[in-house]
C-alpha cells in the first residue's frame, strides 16, 4: 500500500511537469493547427539557456528566469516569422516535416555550442527532500511540481481573462471571423508561437534541474505526445490532466511491471492507454468537435 | 455632402480566372444607409469583402478600380487596419465564436477599442438593444438561437464603433417577425449612433424600407441604382425584386417587354 501510494504521489509530480511541456504543444496548435515537434527541442535550449547563465554567468535564477523567459519567446516568435509564416496554406505534412527539421537543427546548434556531455544544474530549491506521512518525495521533484503548476494557472488565467488570451481563442475558433473584428490574426500565431516556447523551456529548466541536461534531453517530447493527443490537441485542462494521468500510469507501470520485463514497461504504458483512449473516444478526453447545433 | 466609402469601377478575380465583380460602382454618404440588392451569386458578398480586405484570404483579388474611405485608398490594407479605420463588416451567416461566451464574443467586437469605460457604456447600451444577451452573457455562443447569434453579432459591430458599418444578409434564415425587429434595431443604431449603414440584403422589401439609397447589382455590376422612393417606383424592382406583379391591360406587349427587361437584368 505504501509503495501503492508512493508511486501515484511521484507519478501525479511528474506529470504535473509533463503538463506544462504539453501545454507548449498545446497554445501551438489550439491558435495554428500546427503539431510543433520541436516542442522537446524548445525545452532543452531553454534548458541549457538557463544553465549557461547561472553557471557562466552566474546570475542569480531570479534574473535567470525572466531572462530564459524573453529568449524562449523571441525563439519562438523567430521561428515562426522566419519559417512557419512563409508555410500558411501548405499542406500538413509539409508543415511537420519542417518542424522536424526544425528539431534537428536546435539538437545540431545546441551540440555545437555545449557539447553533447551530460551538465548537470546547481541547485535551484531547497535540498530538503519533502515527507508527508510515510510518503517521501525529491525536493527538486515536489518544487518543481508547485512551480509548473503556477505557471500552468497564469497560462490558464491568460486565456481565460486576459484580451489577448480572448483574441487568440476567437482566432482558434473562426480565423476569418476573428480578423473581422480588426484582430491581427498573423501576429496571434506569433504569439501563440511564443507561448508555446515559453511554456516548453521553463518545464526544460524544470526537467533539467531534476536530472541534468544534455542535448537529448528534448526526447521527452515523444513522450509528451501522447499525453497532447490523449487530452485533445487544443484544451489547455486536456493537457493538464494528460499529464498527470500518463505520469502516474508511468510511475505505476514502472514500479510494479519493470520488474517482470527487465524495463521498458515504463515507456510502453503511455502509449498503450493512448490507443485504447482513442479508440473509445476519436477527439481525445477533452478535445473539441464541432459544437452540434439542434 | 462628401462620401463617406467609394468604390469605383472595381474588379474582382478569384483564383487568377473567376470575375465576379465586372466593374462595381457604389458611394455611401456619412450617416446614411444605403441597400445593395441583388440575388444569389450577384457578387454582393464578394463586394463585401474586396472593402473590408478579406480578398487575399480566400485566392482572390482586385484587379482593377480602386476604394476610398474618408478619402483614403483602402486597397491593398490588412483587414485589422480597415477595422481600426472605422469600418467593421457583419460577415454573412452569423459568425459568432461558437466556443466563446457571449461575454468573450462581446469583447472581440471591442478589441479595437481602448477605453474600458467607453466599452462598458457601450455594452449597456447593447443590452438595451437586445436585452436577451444580458440574460446570455455567460452562455457559449454557439449554443444560442439563430436570432440571438444575428443580435450578438450586431452587438459586436456596435461594440467596435464603427462609422461604417457593414451588415451581409442580416435577415437571413430568421422569422418574419424577428427580422423586422432586427431591422428597426439597425435603423435606431443609424439614427442614434450616426452610423452609416451599407446593407445587403435578397429581401429587398425589408432593406428599402430603412434605406435611403440603394444599388440593384447582377452579375458583378451594379444595374441600378437611385434614391429609395424612385426604386420603390420603378417597374423592374417592383416586379424582379419587391415580387408584385404590374396590372397593365396589354398583356401581349408586355410580355415581349417583360422580355427585354428580364434580359437587362441577367445580361
Ligand atoms: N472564394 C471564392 N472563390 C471562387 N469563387 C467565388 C468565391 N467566393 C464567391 N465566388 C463566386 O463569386 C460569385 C459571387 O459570390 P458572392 O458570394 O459575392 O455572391 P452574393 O451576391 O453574396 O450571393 P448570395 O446572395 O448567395 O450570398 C458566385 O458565383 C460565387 O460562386
Ligand atoms: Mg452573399
Redesign the interface.
Known sequence: MDIFLQLIVSGFLVGGIYALIALGFVLIYKATNIINFATGEFMMIGAYIFYSLSVYLKLSPFIGIPLVIVAAALLGALVERLILRHMLGQPNISIIMVTIGLSSILLGIAEIIWGSSFRSFPALFPRKAIIIGEIVLRSNLFYGFVTAMVVVVVFLLVFKYA?VG??M??T??????????????KSMFTISWAFGAIAASLGGIIIGNIGGVQPTLGHIGLKIFPIVILGGLDSIMGAVIGGLLVGILENLAGGYLDPYFHGGVKDLAPFVVLIIILLIKPYGLFG?KE?E?L | MPSLLEVNNLEVLYNNIILVLKGLSLKVKKGTIVALLGSNGAGKSTTLKAI?G?LP?EDGEITDGNIEYQGEALTGL???HI??KGL????EGR??????TVE??L???A??QKSRAQIQRDLDKCFEYFPILKQRYKR?A??LSGGEQQMLVIS?AML?KPTLMMLDEPSMGLAPMLVEEIFEIIQKINENEGTAILLVEQNAQMALGISSYGYIMENGRIVLDGSVDLLLNDRDVQEFYLGMGDNSENVSYRNVKHYKRRKRWLS
Open positions: 484580451k480572448v483574441a481563442r476567437a482558434a475558433n473562426d480565423q476569418i471571423a476573428a480578423f473581422s473584428m480588426g484582430i491581427n490574426v473539441t459544437i447545433r | 473590408s478579406f484570404l490588412a483587414p485589422h477595422v481600426k467593421f463588416q457583419v460577415m459568425r459568432v465564436f461558437e466556443d466563446l468573450e464574443n469583447i472581440c467586437g478589441y479595437t457559449l454557439g449554443y459586436r467596435a
